[in-house]
């Protein structure tokens, strides 16, 4: 019987440095000890035929000690997956398989779970690892197919290709009823450049459109590489648009970015597409501006409630509608299949993965408080990542924790893992963390602190992570301690010092220090029915400025955080997620 990995770990020697420098072995090889007689590949969602043909017939470097027992069950009932679970070692699914614990639960010998697409939504991640069960995915090989659907809509959109089609097909023939527009000197502002948004950028080149960007996690080198004129913020960019088109990850920020304000901000007449993630544009106010006209048209691949969208939005004229089939293309099926088959063989074979969801069973390796430190660099990773507002150039990780400096490179993939995960449309893990760095044109260095440089105080030992900015004066600094090496605690953010977990949802409040303000503060969150779990205040001098850091139970919407702005007093909020 084939067991579940075994611990696996980063390791690195002073000889090594670098990306290089981190070693993963994400399961035991099934050269060893207890191995089966056959391992059980479980398939449930429809693959190219080139999966099957690849875990059968592997590459002399992947190939297994012993044979694979296949069995493919596409679309099978809920019944017969737990059934068949039960025996699996390993199970490829699509987006109809929720993997969940009860699943979980009757795979007894499951250590692999690779997910045929790039989200994993329907796969419970926590239950994945707390069991040991490694899962894989394959981001980036849908990237073409879904910005030349994005194109496909926008072309059907602008020359009203559906209309015409089925008017002819009626046995019409309307020209002048079909009078469209062209894509040539057209403005088209493009939310988020990654892996797909650069592609659309390229594309519209093509098409000798004018191409603006937003994407503030992004160096401008992005931009200039891509031909994207940068705008700093999506309010700037949407009344010089003719097109808006979304290529973001759904997250907490993401989500309902496009309401009605935005979309009415938007050139009269314009077109909306999104082929990126249900959610992101609202669909409720996408409606009604298509009803009263002010938006002329849009293009949707993708739904807030699939398989069954919005009926109204579905049903307008103005509105090209799709099912979701941005990956559906015989390439982008061909390279899913490949990239998964070969996922999966590696993951058998104890080799290091490509696509890690999830690294259940990776351990940092270090003197003293090595580990608690690599995990502190990640949260402060993310809480950077979530509170500037500028174009970032460089990443700095001052540490003063009582960290050898061999051990400084796993810090660095931590902070960078924080950082990016926010905002990135693939999953970052230590394995590509520096390599999706490098896409975004930053730079990063990890140093020594001096006694003042931590920016924790000369006598705390811990780490400062800074984002620097184009400008000089662009900078965001937050800092963090682990007290008697096991407790972490927030303690410094651009030159205010704290004492609190790094744990949870926090608010974070700029305000001019008056009376009244954690009065307003607190009378607010409580009719939004948002309770307060912590409440840390600091101030640079009595009567200037100061900064809250408050616990709260639960998240804000991007309503309730705009509402606390416009307070008395209050200069900025900001809502951190994800701790």
């Not at 614990?101 to 499951?110: Q, S």
Request: glycine residues 10%; aromatic residues 4%.
């Amino acid at each position: 019987m084939m067991h579940r990995a075994a611990p696996s770990c980063f390791s690195q020697s002073s000889a090594e440095s670098g990306a290089h420098a981190v070693r993963l072995g994400a399961m035991r090889s099934v050269t060893g000890s207890g191995q089966p007689t056959k391992i059980r590949v479980l398939i449930t969602g429809k693959l190219a035929d080139v999966a099957v043909a690849t875990l059968q017939n592997p590459p002399p470097e992947l190939a297994l000690p012993v044979p694979l027992d296949i069995v493919s069950l596409p679309d099978c009932s809920r019944e017969v997956l737990l059934g068949e679970v039960a025996t699996a070692h390993v199970l490829v699914t699509r987006s109809e398989t929720d993997v969940d614990a009860e699943v979980l639960k009757r795979a007894k010998v499951l250590s692999v779970v690779a997910r045929a697409a790039v989200g994993y939504g329907n796969i419970d991640l926590d239950a994945c690892t707390e069991a040991g069960v490694l899962v894989v995915n394959t981001p980036g090989k849908n990237t073409n197919s879904a910005a030349e659907l994005t194109l496909g809509l926008l072309l059907s959109l602008i020359r009203k290709i559906p209309g015409a089609h089925a008017s002819t097909s009626a046995g019409g023939w309307n020209r002048h009823q079909f009078t469209g527009t062209e894509l040539q000197g057209k403005t088209i502002g493009i939310v988020g450049l990654g892996n797909v948004g650069h592609r659309v950028a390229k594309f519209a080149r093509g098409f000798d459109m004018r191409v603006l960007a937003f994407d503030p996690y992004l160096a401008d080198d992005v931009f200039r590489r891509n031909g994207a004129e940068r705008k700093t913020s999506l309010e700037e960019m949407l009344p010089e648009c003719d097109v808006l088109t979304v290529h973001t990850p759904l997250n907490k920020e993401t989500k309902g970015m496009v309401g009605e304000i935005e979309l009415r901000k938007l050139r009269k007449g314009a077109l909306v597409l999104n082929a990126a993630r249900g959610g992101i544009i609202s669909e409720k106010a996408l409606l009604k501006v298509l009803q009263e006209g002010y938006v002329r048209g849009a293009g949707i691949d993708t739904w807030d409630n699939e398989p069954k969208p919005l009926e109204g939005l579905v049903a307008h004229p103005g509105v090209v509608a799709t099912p979701h089939i941005g990956a559906s293309t015989e390439e982008a099926q061909h390279r899913i299949g490949e990239t998964v088959a070969i996922q999966v063989l590696k993951a058998l074979r104890g080799e290091i993965v490509d696509y890690p969801v999830n690294l259940p069973h990776v351990r940092v390796l270090g003197t003293g408080s090595a580990r608690q430190y690599a995990v502190l660099a990640e949260k402060l990773g993310r809480v950077a990542a979530q509170i500037f507002d500028f174009r970032p150039q460089r990443l700095r990780l001052a540490v003063s924790a009582d960290v050898k400096a061999e051990e400084y490179q796993v810090l660095r993939l931590s902070a960078l893992k924080g950082f990016l995960s926010h905002s990135s449309d693939e999953y970052v893990s230590y394995v590509n963390a520096e390599r999706l760095m490098e896409k975004r044109g930053l730079g990063f260095v990890v140093e020594a602190a001096t006694s003042t440089s931590a920016g924790v105080g000369p006598a705390a030992a811990g780490l400062l992570l800074e984002v620097q900015g184009t400008e000089a004066s662009e900078k965001v600094e937050v800092g963090a301690v682990l007290y008697d090496g096991t407790h972490p605690r927030l303690c410094y953010l651009n030159g205010f010092e704290f004492e609190i977990e790094p744990e949870g949802e926090m608010l974070i409040l700029q305000n001019h220090d008056r009376p009244g303000v954690i009065g307003h503060v607190g009378g607010y969150l409580a009719q939004a029915s948002i309770n307060i779990a912590q409440f840390e205040l600091s101030r640079n001098k009595r009567g200037g400025m100061a900064l809250s850091i408050i616990r709260v139970d639960g998240t804000l919407d991007g309503e309730t955080v705009q509402g606390l702005r416009k307070l008395p007093n209050v200069i900025s909020a900001r809502m951190v997620t994800g701790l």
